[in-house]
């Protein structure tokens, strides 16, 4: 893969993330990549970030479109509308990354390179491989609850990956072509874990590479008792539903 033709677009959901919309965007810039954009999905935050958004669409650091969503129905619905809108505007590459600076964007250039050199679908930022790590500040039932997570998953459904709710993904854009992204309907963890499952369904490879996770900054967690419950059910729809 080219690395300097290529296009990379980092889909950024956001609802109440102006303080760390501006951070995040920033932060990218310093590590001068070439082709790099960035695609903020706004799901009419209240607190104006879209307009944070439009803002740095007109004069930021990096390339920044800004996809206005009328409805907050949840993360999978919004990486779903902006990963469907780089693959329009041609992008070669799409990485999920969060808002709220729990992932390391130091490890961006780490993922490329992963998908440069090997014949890997995705890969993962991955608190659970060697190197890897979660926030010292979470709390023991938060990593407990993430432990138990992904052993669940993995039973389930056999991925064979370490993380298998991780959030932080570089995508090959083929890899979103092949396994149909615009179809998933998975929200909150359980559109990771589709996403995943999609992947491995269709015989392609998954790596990691290894992250520290950080907790949040600024702002509040989006996790919901409903976005708990889907993720617990979700593996056994995906595990005794219809073959795709």
């Known amino acids: ?16 993330e102006r303080e760390n919309l501006t951070k995040i965007v920033g932060l990218l810039a ?12 706004d799901d009419n935050s209240p607190d104006g970030t879209g307009d944070v958004a439009d803002a740095l669409a007109a004069d930021g650091p990096l390339p920044v479109s800004v996809l206005h969503r009328t409805e907050k129905n ?6 779903v509308a902006g990963m469907t809108r780089a693959l329009d505007e041609g992008a070669d590459v799409v990485i999920q990354m ?7 964007y130091q490890v961006v250039p780490d993922m490329l390179a992963a998908l440069a050199t090997t014949d890997a679908a995705v890969v993962l930022g991955s608190r659970y491989v ?5 926030a010292e500040d979470w709390p023991w ?5 993430s432990a138990w997570a992904n052993f669940y998953v993995n039973a389930i459904l056999r ?31 359980s559109f990771q874990v589709e996403m995943n499952y999609r992947t491995v369904q269709h015989g392609l490879t998954i790596a990691e590479v290894p992250i520290r996770f950080e907790e949040r900054t600024d702002g509040v967690s989006k996790m919901s008792l409903g976005v708990q419950l889907e993720s617990a059910l979700v593996p056994w729809k995906l595990r005794f539903g219809r073959k795709r």
């Open 30 to 41: 310093t590590l001068e990549i070439p082709g790099l954009h960035v695609l903020v999905v």
């Open 74 to 79: 949840g993360l999978g619905r919004a990486y």
């Open 141 to 145: 039932h938060r990593k407990a609850l």
């Open 98 to 104: 969060d808002a709220d600076l729990s992932h390391p």
């Open 1 to 16: 893969m080219d690395s300097v033709a290529q296009k990379t677009t980092i889909v950024v959901p956001t609802f109440n």
């Open 159 to 189: 991925l064979g990956v370490k993380d298998a709710t991780a959030g932080f993904k570089a995508w090959r854009a083929s890899t979103l072509r092949t396994i149909d992204v615009t179809s998933v309907q998975s929200n909150g963890y």
């Open 130 to 134: 060697d190197g890897g790590a979660v």
